[in-house]
């Protein structure tokens, strides 16, 4: 089964799906789901009737199913002891790119639609409660007590496209999914032309019962009328509730897919081992004063290792990228494998730690 992408126009679509549906609302309760790891679903009581919302990956969307829910994580119980019984004031999607933001009387949660779909919680000043995952990246940090940023992007908006010398450079600095200009593109062969027809598309009303595929690698939905693409005459939503609660059924999972879940899996837990050892100093002596001293790094290699497993490269593949990067990171040249057997960065540490 092909794979959805999700783009910023799709997320234009959650926006005004919920204002709709949401809004005004409450939740009742939230769980984690058992076949997706990063995914939750939202028990929503409505005037009217109540309703599941599923998030998962990149996608927000009411269901017509009982998807699976698994045990609680902490984070989750979190935000279930915040947010029971809480009145959805707005539902925002911030600045055209793929995030959503939930505003209650007291709190924003956060929907990062991207990466590794990052949930945040965070109080009305935007400093973070809590967060699914804890991340580090160039300009900003991902972590209870730090103040959330939002994500800086040099890509204009598509609706204010400039003039530029070819294909390549509109795409590089829009922030339009590549698929959609190459297609206008083709269609056309005049930058001008797609750069006004962009303008038009993100101005127009979101379609509520239909939308347009285009299929290159992967399977790309528009809720916006392109002529000459494929029609599904049914919503977004009943698309992707009907992708997602069929796509772990029939997908049967590869063993080489299944250990690099797993190793993924098992670096999210890395912070809690971190924190362990930093704990425990006197006790594990060299290897705790190691990693105190390292952290930082640690921190860095550990995201860039997930980045490179969600591109679906191997270990070899995500070495030989990490070592570009051995002056900036020098406990590069520490790490002996990235063992996917035993789901283990495995680092040389040296001893004698003074």
Known sequence: MDKILVNNLNVKYFENLLKKNVV?????????LEKFEDGIKIKIKGKESNFDLIVCNGAIFITKYNYETSEKKAFIGMLNSIFKNE?????TQKNLEKIIIFETAK????????????????DKNYNIIGCLYKEVWDKREIKPGKEYLFPHSDKSSPLKVGNYLDLKELIGKTNVP???VEFLYKKDGNLEAVGQKLKEIYKVEILRNACFLIKTKKLEYFPVTLEETEKINKSLNDVLDDYFYSYVDTVEETKDSKKVRELTTTLKKMDEKIEEFKENISKYNDSAKWIEQNYNQIEEVKAAVERG???NKNPKEI???LNNFKNKYPIIGQ????????KKIIFSIPQNQQ
């Open 319 to 321: 070495m030989d990228l």
């Open 178 to 180: 590549p698929s959609l």
């Open 107 to 122: 709190n924003y949660l956060i929907f990062e639609l991207f990466s590794h779909n990052n949930i945040i919680l965070t």
């Open 335 to 342: 790490i002996n494998i990235i063992d996917l057997k035993n």
């Open 309 to 311: 497993l969600s591109f």
């Open 87 to 91: 009145k959805i004031i707005t539902i």
């Open 24 to 32: 005004n609302n409450y939740i009742q309760k939230i769980q984690a």
